[in-house]
């Protein structure tokens, strides 16, 4: 209903296969981010995009990387998966006022095998 | 970077209990936010809440910058509260970043 929606949903790869997670919004909102959710860990920022084309890293940025070539698609690409990299993937969009408010994506489940 | 501490980590309630969740940090912050992560999965935000005091409901949040932490008071509890509770902080540079607490989970019993 937020208007941001991720895909896949759910997904098995095999270990140093690439796979790309995609985030999608409708709100035409500037920031977005991708955040990863681990037991013990909490939810930690991989990578986020202050704009088209305008991405910077965050916390645990290795092993992964961003592309943003249009405001409502922000795409994350794991160049070769490994097994540490399995977790859920949160999407978050938020805007340029004033308020910083996240809105985040229902997340996509990887395994890597 | 900036720590986040949030207890308990754990609560256990009666329906119709009140409870209150805090949020410790580590330096000064310019965006604050309470999360609800429910059993399956959706992350719904609850509050932003940088300085002062909002309502929503049964829902309240207080944050005082000051002092570095922040509560969110949950009354008339319900079996649908039922979740992680997650305070994450932006700090001055760099606000729309957030960094996560390990969240406190609730489960209210009917």
């Known amino acids: 209903d937020a208007g941001i929606t991720q895909s896949p949903r759910h997904k098995v790869t095999e270990t140093g296969t690439p796979v790309t997670l995609r985030c999608h919004q409708t709100?035409?909102?500037?920031?977005m981010y991708w955040y990863r959710q681990d037991p013990g860990h909490g939810l930690r920022l991989i990578h986020y995009?202050?704009?088209?084309?305008?991405?910077d890293k965050g916390e645990v940025s290795d092993g992964y990387s961003v592309s943003r070539s249009k405001t409502e698609d922000f795409l994350l690409t794991l160049e070769s998966a490994t097994s540490s990299q399995t977790s859920v993937y949160f999407c978050?969009?938020?805007?340029?006022?004033?308020?910083?408010?996240?809105?985040f994506g229902s997340g996509t489940r990887l395994t890597v095998v | 970077g900036i720590q986040v501490e949030q207890s308990p980590p754990d609560l256990i309630l009666q329906e119709g209990a009140n409870s209150t969740l805090r949020c410790n940090f580590s330096?000064?912050?310019?965006?604050l936010q309470w999360f609800h992560q429910n059993p399956w999965g959706q992350l719904i935000n609850l509050f932003y809440?940088?300085?002062g005091t909002k309502q929503n409901g049964r829902l309240s949040a207080t944050t005082v910058a000051t002092e570095r932490y922040s509560l969110l008071y949950i009354s008339s509890s319900q079996t649908t509260d039922s979740g992680v509770y997650f305070c994450?902080?932006?700090?001055?540079?760099?606000?729309?970043?957030?960094?996560f607490g390990s969240g406190t989970q609730l489960t209210v019993l009917p």
């Open positions: 978050a969009i938020s805007d340029s006022t004033v308020n910083y408010g996240y809105t």
């Open positions: 709100e035409n909102h500037r920031y």
């Open positions: 995009s202050y704009g088209v084309k305008d991405t």
């Open positions: 330096d000064s912050v310019n965006n």
């Open positions: 809440i940088p300085s």
């Open positions: 994450a902080v932006g700090s001055s540079g760099s606000a729309r970043q957030l960094t």
